[in-house]
């Protein structure tokens, strides 16, 4: 034997073994893809993973770095049978030969399934899946803003049956990336910087626009790869976070992506979707016409009604003023009988009374006491002399008697009876 590691004096380094079998090994075998079962998976916080591929005779280390984990859609479970492309290697630092593998998949739809499952499932445990937090789309729209590639044909066909439905919406986009390793941030983004725009918190085309009302998220058709980030957790998380309601449309009908679920509508392709996002103009110009045409036979009908009602309730309260009239005149007529009865015992009652006081006045009277010869001196101003100090001598008086009166003058005051002079 000759060459390096040949004699004692001629070792080689372990290190320069391990790289030596490692360079003869990806020589002898170029890339290629290797069916096992799963065990031992480890997933290390530098976002290596871990794991044994075996089967009944044999096994074989395996690990994915972090770089390649992006392209595989979940991690595998313990036992799963998978089939992973890569290349047989030695890793120098163990000594071990390993397989490194850029892709894994299991037989049929596993891994993807597995991944989607799993992600609707947390959605699901949360309430964002559940269709009672469904949002109805506006009626009336003026903005819709549209979440997709600017180069998408899917965009030319949203704009392309908004126009011709109701040409005065306005259209917003937002342009993203939608598939690949930076679609998931992208798609991100761009909805968090439309949740920005809706609150208020930042401008996204100056002045002049009205915030949107709807939005329509997605893309066209594409392979299962194409189409994964809208099975991306973060961007479900962020369609279900949008401050307005969303309509997902995303490849075909019979594509279903988590963002579908979570989305206040679900739309088979972004044409139809712009269906859904705005009314035709003409059909609403239509209905305006009916309406108005319904209002004002309703409101026609109500003015007859009401003229009916009013017609009918005079009739009724005319009737009631007769009634009410003719039963006063019957009340007037008893009340004008009654005193009619009762007058002349009131009038007779009266009289009597009256003769009664009259009698008892004419016993007080003044001229009563004239008339039996008793006279009432009076001065100048008709007061009543009833006192001998209010006659002074040679002062006029008037003496009232029963049927006149006579002027006398004071001659003399006397305590003991009056001696008068009278005057002819």
Not at 122 to 127: A, I, N, S, T, Y
Not at 179 to 200: F, H, I, K, T, Y
Not at 222 to 242: K, M, P, Q, T
């Amino acid at each position: 034997m000759t060459g390096p590691g040949a004699t004692a004096g001629e070792a080689l380094s372990v290190h320069d073994l391990t790289s030596a079998a490692k360079d003869v090994l990806e020589g002898a075998f170029p890339k290629l893809w290797v069916r096992g079962e799963v065990s031992g998976f480890k997933a290390y916080p530098s976002g290596h993973w871990y794991f044994t591929l075996k089967d009944a005779d044999a096994q074989l280390n395996a690990v994915v770095w972090k770089g390649a984990t992006f392209k595989i859609p979940a991690k595998p479970s313990e036992g799963m049978q998978v089939m992973a492309y890569g290349q047989l290697t030695v890793w120098p630092a163990s000594g071990k030969m390993q397989f490194s593998i850029s892709q894994l998949m299991a037989d049929g739809e596993g891994l993807w399934q597995k991944q989607f499952d799993e992600t609707k499932a947390r959605l699901e445990k949360e309430g964002l899946l559940d269709p009672a937090r469904k949002r109805a789309l506006p009626r009336f729209p003026r903005t819709v803003a549209v979440i997709t590639s600017s180069e998408a044909a899917a965009l030319r066909d949203i704009c392309s049956v908004i126009h011709r439905r109701h040409p005065g919406v306005e259209i917003v986009v937002i342009p993203a990336t939608v598939q690949g390793e930076s679609a998931p941030d992208s798609l991100v983004a761009a909805l968090e910087l439309l949740g920005r725009w809706v609150r208020g918190e930042s401008a996204f085309r100056g002045e002049g626009v009205p915030a949107p009302d709807v939005l329509i998220i997605g893309r066209g058709g594409g392979s299962r790869e194409d189409l994964w980030a809208f099975n991306n957790e973060l961007v479900a998380r962020a369609i279900a976070a949008c401050p307005i309601p969303t309509i997902s449309a995303v490849g075909h009908e019979t594509d279903v992506s988590i963002a579908d679920l979570v989305a206040d509508l679900r739309a088979a392709t972004p044409s139809v979707a712009a269906e859904h996002a705005v009314p035709v103009l003409a059909d609403l110009r239509a209905n305006v016409a009916q309406l108005g045409g319904l209002m004002a036979d309703g409101l026609q009908d109500r003015v007859d009604r009401g003229a009916r009602e009013l017609r009918n309730r005079a009739d009724a309260l005319t009737q009631r003023a007769q009634r009410v009239s003719e039963r006063r005149r019957a009340r007037l007529e008893r009340i004008v009988t009654r005193l009619g009865q009762l007058a002349p015992r009131a009038i007779e009652k009266r009289r009597a009374l009256v003769g009664r006081l009259a009698a008892a006045l004419e016993g007080r009277s003044p001229l009563a006491v004239l008339g039996r010869g008793f006279v009432v001196a009076r001065d100048a101003d008709g007061r009543t002399l009833a006192r001998r100090a209010a006659f002074a001598k040679g002062s006029s008086f008037d003496l009232l008697v029963q049927d006149g009166r006579v002027r006398a003058t004071t001659d003399s005051v006397h305590a003991d009876g009056p001696h008068l002079r009278t005057d002819a």
